[in-house]
């Protein structure tokens, strides 16, 4: 059981940066992959970044890489994504994810955080 709430969703222009966070409670943070996915309107949810327990190993959506970086700090139980150079096609509504124990899927969601790109 995992509670997961974001924030530092905001209107930006074109090309500023913005990092957003997520506050991770739960007996499982420590140990489960964590993710950000981002889902536009009319659109499906669609993954972003994700990182595993050691915060070593990471996945990008092409449409980031280079551009978005995640991270997580285990001490504090949060997870944030760094993202730079935004375009207005990253405009979503960006949820943090955390990966079950159990079925090896994001089992696990925040309320989102809203991302505006401006162009």
């Known amino acids: 059981q995992v509670q997961l709430v974001e924030s530092g969703g905001g209107l930006v222009q074109a090309g500023d940066s913005l990092r957003l966070s997520c506050a991770a409670s739960g007996r499982t943070f420590s140990s489960a992959t964590m993710g950000w996915f981002r889902q536009a309107p009319g659109k499906a949810r669609e993954f972003v970044a994700s990182?595993?327990?050691?915060?070593?190993?990471?996945n990008y959506a092409d449409s980031v890489k280079g551009r978005f970086t995640i991270s997580r700090d285990n001490t504090k139980n949060t997870v944030a994504l760094q993202m730079n150079s935004l375009k207005p096609e990253d405009t979503a509504v960006y949820y943090c994810a955390a990966k079950s124990l159990t079925t090896s899927s994001y089992d696990y969601w925040g309320q989102g955080t809203q991302v505006t790109v401006s162009s």
């Open positions: 990182v595993a327990w050691s915060g070593r190993n990471t």
